[in-house]
């Protein structure tokens, strides 16, 4: 599969530079706060921003090159870009804004996205999630080498929100292409890409998988941005308003969201608490294992313990003598947790 | 509730200003038979006023649509040293008075003008011509064009131009498929008011081009030579602009009306549920 490849590439912004290198082989995150660059990397990955230096290559192929004076045109350049508030040409309908791409494979892709019955419509009558459709129709109706998601969840209401990146996640997975995503919410990179890159004023603070960045986080401002743990797990039939879910170490956790199927759950390591003693409310989820690693920063630390990454003061961890190796429990509410993927829907 | 005194002037001052408005207009159609007004369409000066007219205004439009369109989409789009000068100049000829537009034209493309020479080598002599009377009426008429197509190119939203670029499609396909279909109806009202002040354009006319009957007596000038000679021919051709005036200006308003049915479709708008 072709590689997206950005080498040293500078891009001056209005009050600092963006500074990027970064290898984009499946789904790549961009996560940080807004002003810190990340539309930037996108519009420039498109040629539609002009970097000052370094270079940008899709599978051996050139698109951007300073030291050797290449810069193809956004037209020549194969990407599919899904902008924030997706661009849908208003004067064409759902058809001809996909045909617009690509002239004869509308059908296949308006099918495959289930936006047939609505070809003849204008993008203003349309819903936040069928725009979004529309938008990733027509941006792979391009056969892209290449695919851009500008913050792909973020014009869309709390409840379409769940739906859609359900639906992105399977279309992501499926795609055989490199893509790069960016968005400000760390719980949308996790649910969405495999590698996650923090970006802050221009610059990659920390790049890694979703775990990592939670149990490991480089500095403080990685650990305040990236939130959640990520626990994977098998839902089963719910039971007086909480639906249990079997982890892959047998363990079960109860969530107070409805779900079914196979589920990926949000922790937040600051609604974890831990002790050494197994607690006695039946009615925490607990979760035991051997201390894998203690991470200070500043007065807190991240402490890491099977699949869950709890957050606590050095006081705690002084208190109840910590360290790694030594069996921990965790204990953390139902209502702590969030479904952030239900697998099964697609598109 | 008590009515404040100004409730009750407002209404009575708009009646008075409808009525000073309306009366000269009402009074031309009012002063002689309908009659004898259309007798004087056949009258030969009415008609080589109104050939003169329409040809020069048809060719300063188009000169105006094809010379109007890529200098307003240049000062649209592209932002560079010295913009805000040549918008400046663009709109100038719309707060110049029309006789100055006209003394101007005739000391730069006049025989002892800046161009005189030039042109004269050339074999091309333009002052009294029918070419100088699409000069003047493109040049006082241009701004009116201009200035709306500005504002109708700069309304469109840039990233509806970048994603039309990332599908493939190069700038000159963006431009006839993306840009100008939604900078249409802004450069039709442009055109419509460009138009509509060309056809009255007097003073720069006569300076420039005199008042030769079927060659640059347009109607406003055959109007003003037939006034003391024929005044029901000078009637029955302001009857006449005063038809093709209210004409534009209606046909202004429905295409107006159009946009703003469409203007929820020209940018995104979120609905309530959803935040944008």
């Keep these: 599969m072709a590689e997206l490849l950005l080498d040293d590439l500078t891009v001056p912004l209005r009050s600092f530079d963006l500074r990027l290198t970064l290898a984009v082989e499946r789904t790549v995150a961009l996560v940080g706060p807004s002003g810190a660059g990340k539309t930037t990397v996108l519009r420039t990955v498109a040629g539609l921003t002009a970097p000052r230096q370094g270079r940008i290559t899709v599978g051996g192929e050139t698109w951007f090159d300073a030291a050797r004076r290449i810069d193809l045109a956004p037209d020549e350049r194969r990407v599919g870009l899904v902008f924030q508030e997706y661009a849908l040409f208003p004067h064409l309908t759902v058809r001809q804004n996909v ?14 996205f289930g936006i047939a019955h609505l070809q003849h419509e204008r993008p203003a009558r349309l819903s936040g999630g069928e725009r979004q459709r529309v938008a990733l ?11 851009l998601l500008d ?6 209401d709390a409840h379409t929100k769940t739906a859609v990146r359900a639906e992105l996640h399977d279309l992501l997975a499926e795609l055989e292409m490199p893509s790069l995503l960016v968005t400000h919410d760390f719980e949308d990179a996790a649910a969405l890409a495999e590698s996650v890159g923090v970006l802050v004023d221009g610059e990659l603070r920390q790049t890694g998988t979703p775990a990592d960045l939670v149990a490991r986080p480089a500095d403080a401002f990685v650990a305040s941005f ?41 922790v937040y390591p600051w609604e974890i608490t831990l002790s050494l003693a ?32 709890a957050e606590i003061t050095i006081d705690s961890v002084a208190r109840l003598g910590l360290a790694a190796g030594q069996t921990a429990y965790a204990t953390f509410k139902a209502t702590g947790t969030r479904v952030v993927v239900a697998a099964g829907s697609s598109l | 509730m008590r009515r404040s005194p100004l409730a009750l002037a407002a209404p009575l001052a708009a009646l008075a200003a409808l009525a000073f408005l309306v009366l000269p207009v009402v009074a031309i159609f009012a002063h002689t038979s309908p009659g004898r007004l259309l007798d004087q369409l056949s009258n030969p000066v009415v008609k080589d006023a109104f050939v003169v007219s329409a040809r020069t205004s048809l060719v300063a439009q188009l000169l105006i649509l094809i010379l109007g369109t890529p200098t307003a989409y240049l ?5 560079f ?16 008075p029309p006789a100055v537009a006209g003394i ?7 025989h002892a003008g800046l161009l005189g020479s030039s042109l004269d080598a050339l074999g091309v002599s333009l002052p009294f011509t029918q070419s100088a009377v699409t000069i003047a009426v493109a040049f006082v008429a241009s701004p009116l064009y201009i200035r709306q197509a500005i504002a109708a190119f700069e309304a469109v939203d840039v990233d509806l131009v970048a994603a039309s670029r990332t599908l493939g499609a190069g700038g000159t396909r963006t431009f006839f498929r993306v840009v100008l279909p939604l900078a249409r109806i802004g450069l039709i009202a442009g055109l419509a008011l460009s138009f509509a002040r060309g056809l009255g354009e007097f003073g720069a006319t006569i300076m420039f081009a005199g008042s030769l009957q079927q060659v640059t007596q347009t109607l406003p000038l055959a109007i003003y030579a037939e006034f003391d000679v024929n005044f029901d021919a000078a009637l029955a051709m302001s009857a006449v602009l005063v038809v093709v005036s209210v004409l534009l200006l209606a046909g202004l308003r429905i295409v107006l009306s159009w946009q703003s049915s469409s203007s929820t479709t020209s940018r995104f708008r979120f609905g309530p549920s959803i935040s944008g």
């Design chain 1, 99 to 112: 045909e617009y791409a690509r002239r004869h494979a509308a059908d296949e892709y308006l099918e495959r």
């Design chain 2, 75 to 79: 000062l649209a789009t592209r932002r």
């Design chain 2, 81 to 96: 040293r010295g913009r805000w000068l040549a918008v400046t100049l663009v709109e100038l000829p719309l707060v110049l």
């Design chain 2, 104 to 110: 101007g034209l005739l000391v730069a493309f006049g």
């Design chain 1, 137 to 147: 129709a027509r941006a792979l109706a391009r056969d892209p080498a290449v695919l």
């Design chain 1, 151 to 156: 913050e792909p969840l973020s014009a869309l």
């Design chain 1, 278 to 309: 197994p607690p006695h409310d039946s009615a925490m989820n607990v979760v035991a294992g051997p201390v894998r690693s203690i991470v200070e920063l500043g007065n807190r630390a991240r402490v890491t313990l099977g699949p869950l990454t």
């Design chain 1, 226 to 266: 990236t939130g959640a743990n990520l626990l994977h797990g098998r839902a089963g039939p719910p039971h007086a308003g909480a639906t249990p879910v079997a982890l892959a170490d047998g363990t079960v956790v109860t969530t107070a969201d409805d779900a079914s199927g196979d589920v990926t759950l949000a």
